[in-house]
């Protein structure tokens, strides 16, 4: 990136204009990004985050239980980071039975949790009706259950396969029992990136405005970011930026994202990997910096979540001292960054004192980042 675009910049002056909430630009977020001393971006983020809540829960930290149930893996988009998807003919490959997902869900209500997080991908055998029955049959046996499914991918590939609007697809999936909707398959939302990523899902374009229907409709929806792969640091602020202009497009009644969680891409054994790695595993100080910025340009989205899953406990614990302030799920099973190279775990009790070690006061929530106990 040439120097004079950057001639008439000042770190000092545009971490002020942060502080006073200002929506910065892309050129500028990149600017500090590549610029300023992580403890600067570090301090500032955590004004912001300071400024965005109440005092009361200044020191608090939100966590839940919850568990990731993958619908099937049988996935016809193959994206090249991901090494759990199978063809439909592959000898492991699987569809979740209900004896099953009643056995899971019964295990997460018996460990305090009510919330499951749905995925599976673009099954050609998984159709609108599939989703709208299984919905309806699990909020039947298990009515406090909170569904938080699918993704803005899977939406756009249902909405076309069935002929409907994306607002009309999302209708359909919330009357028969989907509570939010995850950020899932955002990886970076710049096309030339997922073109080389995942060719076969939507536009970074059809990802946000399957997210701008779901806040018109009032879903509950989280924003994430996949980087540490092909992108540039522009493009990761481009992302950003992005999501922070859809943020801005949702009606007053709505919250929009409620969160945003990003983490970094485990190269391990994927397709990527192998045809255009090896890619360097992102740094402890990298991911700080990336949840600073992003606390930083995104003053729309109220929460940001340490992904620990992805970076450890440590490092986590430092995220909440940059801006971040949620530290996710104990994720009670997971699949997909485990598969590949992600082995990192808290049990309930690990969760709490993880947040309690780092100075904070550690609080269950639901969903909806509402506390619940």
Same mark, same amino acid.
């Given at each position: 990136?040439?120097?004079?675009?950057?001639?008439?910049?000042?770190?000092?002056?545009?971490?002020?204009?942060? #502080?006073?909430?200002?929506?910065?630009?892309?050129?500028?977020?990149?600017?500090?990004?590549?610029?300023?001393?992580?403890?600067?971006?570090?301090?500032?983020?955590?004004?912001?985050? %300071?400024?965005?809540?109440?005092?009361?829960?200044?020191?608090?930290?939100?966590? +839940?239980?919850?568990?990731?149930?993958?619908?099937?893996?049988? =996935? !016809?988009?193959?994206?090249?980071? =991901?090494?759990?998807?199978?063809?439909?003919?592959?000898?492991?490959?699987?569809?979740?039975?209900?004896?099953?997902?009643?056995?899971?869900?019964?295990?997460?209500? &018996?460990?305090?949790?009510?919330?499951?997080?749905?995925?599976?991908?673009? %099954?050609?055998?998984?159709?609108?009706?599939?989703?709208? *029955?299984? @919905?309806?049959? #699990?909020?039947?046996?298990?009515?406090?259950?909170?569904?938080?499914?699918?993704?803005?991918?899977?939406?756009?590939?249902?909405?076309?396969? !069935?002929?409907?609007?994306?607002?009309?697809?999302?209708?359909?999936?919330?009357?028969?029992?989907?509570? !939010?909707?995850?950020?899932?398959?955002?990886? +970076?939302?710049?096309?030339?990136?997922?073109?080389?990523?995942?060719?076969?899902?939507?536009?970074?374009?059809?990802?946000?405005?399957?997210?701008?229907?779901?806040?018109?409709? %009032? #879903?509950?929806?989280?924003?994430?970011?996949? @980087?540490?792969?092909?992108?540039?640091?522009?493009?990761?602020?481009?992302?950003?930026?992005?999501?922070?202009?859809?943020?801005?497009?949702?009606?007053?009644?709505?919250?929009?994202?409620?969160?945003?969680?990003?983490?970094?891409?485990?190269?391990?054994?994927?397709?990527?990997?192998?045809?255009?790695?090896?890619?360097?595993?992102?740094?402890?100080?990298?991911?700080?910096?990336?949840?600073?910025?992003?606390?930083?340009?995104?003053? %729309?989205?109220?929460?940001?979540?340490?992904?620990?899953?992805?970076?450890?406990?440590?490092?986590?614990?430092?995220?909440?001292? !940059?801006?971040?302030?949620?530290?996710?799920?104990?994720?009670?099973?997971?699949?997909?960054?485990?598969?590949?190279?992600?082995?990192?775990?808290?049990?309930? *009790?690990?969760?709490?004192? &993880?947040?309690?070690?780092?100075? @904070?006061?550690? =609080?269950?929530? *639901?969903?909806?980042?509402?506390?619940?106990?």
């Amino acid at each position: 990136m040439p120097n004079f675009i950057y001639s008439d910049m000042n770190i000092d002056e545009l971490l002020g204009r942060a #502080l006073n909430m200002e929506a910065l630009s892309v050129d500028e977020g990149e600017f500090l990004y590549m610029n300023a001393p992580l403890a600067a971006l570090s301090y500032v983020a955590n004004e912001i985050k %300071n400024k965005l809540r109440p005092a009361s829960d200044r020191k608090k930290v939100g966590w +839940i239980i919850d568990r990731n149930i993958n619908l099937s893996n049988i =996935c !016809s988009t193959r994206c090249k980071f =991901c090494n759990f998807s199978r063809s439909k003919n592959a000898p492991d490959a699987f569809v979740t039975s209900m004896d099953e997902y009643r056995q899971k869900i019964s295990e997460l209500f &018996a460990a305090g949790g009510r919330q499951v997080l749905l995925q599976g991908g673009m %099954n050609k055998d998984m159709g609108l009706d599939f989703y709208t *029955n299984l @919905f309806s049959e #699990l909020k039947k046996n298990f009515p406090g259950l909170i569904l938080h499914a699918l993704g803005p991918a899977e939406v756009a590939y249902l909405a076309k396969a !069935s002929g409907k609007t994306y607002y009309d697809t999302l209708s359909i999936l919330h009357e028969s029992g989907l509570d !939010s909707l995850p950020g899932a398959g955002a990886e +970076i939302l710049v096309d030339r990136v997922r073109k080389i990523v995942s060719p076969a899902k939507c536009s970074a374009q059809e990802w946000l405005e399957v997210m701008h229907q779901a806040h018109v409709l %009032n #879903l509950a929806t989280s924003a994430t970011m996949m @980087f540490g792969h092909v992108e540039t640091v522009r493009e990761r602020i481009e992302h950003l930026v992005a999501l922070r202009d859809t943020q801005a497009r949702r009606p007053d009644y709505s919250d929009g994202f409620i969160t945003f969680i990003p983490w970094p891409f485990w190269s391990e054994g994927t397709r990527l990997g192998k045809e255009l790695g090896p890619f360097a595993k992102i740094s402890g100080d990298e991911y700080v910096r990336l949840i600073a910025i992003s606390r930083i340009m995104l003053t %729309n989205i109220r929460n940001i979540q340490a992904s620990w899953l992805t970076v450890g406990k440590s490092i986590g614990q430092l995220c909440l001292h !940059s801006g971040a302030n949620d530290f996710g799920s104990i994720m009670m099973e997971e699949h997909v960054v485990s598969a590949a190279g992600a082995n990192y775990s808290l049990d309930k *009790n690990e969760m709490v004192m &993880a947040i309690r070690e780092a100075g @904070f006061i550690p =609080c269950r929530r *639901n969903s909806r980042y509402e506390w619940v106990e």
